[in-house]
């Protein structure tokens, strides 16, 4: 069965303090790794598409990368604003299905 | 903004009660998807169209109709709302131009008492 596991389910920071969110996956051929950003209150917001391997994709003070197992967004001297949901989903091959994670819930403190 | 509005935004019925949601795109993408988000679940697909009358389901299909008549709007119904169907129900296209990243609407919250 393909699963997605974000880790951790919620993080604190405080503003400035770098830190990483974690997507590990199982499934059988990945055709896409995708992040999302969701506001309370609000629909997902995408943010980047990975498709294999070694690959990076990096905008403003966010970074995400892809492993054989794993994806990591970094975020590099967060601010408030950067408080939201984080949600990573995965596109297997033949389907047009996204199965997603649970989230990891950001907060940073100013 | 991938030009996707959702109505109504908000919806509070009663258990029985039919209920149709609708989802409404302007920029004529062909696929269009219903998803349900729940606390401690993620976002989960109930049903989705790859064209005019030509729809399939999700992982979580049970209780809900759907249709698509027109390229611009994609209709979930929920024949007889139960208190399970209480949830945010969010659409989503992928875009012509990037086929491969769905875009999401802000989505319907519905509330079965």
């Known amino acids: 069965e393909d699963q997605v596991t974000q880790s951790p389910e919620a993080l604190r920071l405080q503003e400035g303090e770098s830190s990483s969110l974690n997507c590990s996956y199982t499934?059988?051929?990945?055709?896409?790794l995708f992040w999302y950003r969701q506001d309370p209150g609000k629909g997902p917001e995408f943010l980047f598409t990975?498709?294999?391997a070694g690959e990076e994709k990096e905008k403003e003070r966010l970074k995400a990368t892809l492993t054989k197992k794993e994806s990591f967004l970094h975020i590099t001297a967060p601010k408030p604003e950067d408080s939201a949901t984080y949600l990573c989903?995965?596109?297997?091959?033949?389907?047009?299905?996204?199965?997603f994670g649970k989230g990891t819930k950001l907060t940073v403190n100013p | 903004d991938a030009g996707i509005t959702q109505s109504p935004r908000h919806k509070v019925t009663e258990t029985g009660t039919p209920v149709t949601l609708r989802c409404h795109q302007t920029?004529?993408?062909?696929?269009m998807y219903w998803y349900r988000q729940d606390p401690g679940h993620g976002l989960r697909l109930i049903h989705y169209?790859?064209?005019?009358?030509?729809?399939d389901k999700g992982e979580v299909s049970d209780g809900y109709s759907v249709s698509r008549s027109k390229t611009e709007d994609f209709l979930l119904t929920l024949e007889s709302a139960t208190s399970s169907q209480t949830s945010v129900y969010f659409c989503?296209?992928?875009?012509?131009?990037?086929?491969?990243?769905?875009?999401f609407g802000p989505g319907t919250r519905l509330l079965v008492l």
């Open positions: 920029e004529n993408h062909r696929y």
């Open positions: 169209s790859y064209g005019v009358k030509d729809t």
């Open positions: 989903a995965v596109r297997v091959g033949g389907s047009e299905k996204l199965v």
């Open positions: 990975l498709y294999s």
């Open positions: 499934v059988s051929g990945l055709r896409g």
């Open positions: 989503a296209i992928t875009s012509s131009r990037n086929q491969e990243t769905q875009y």
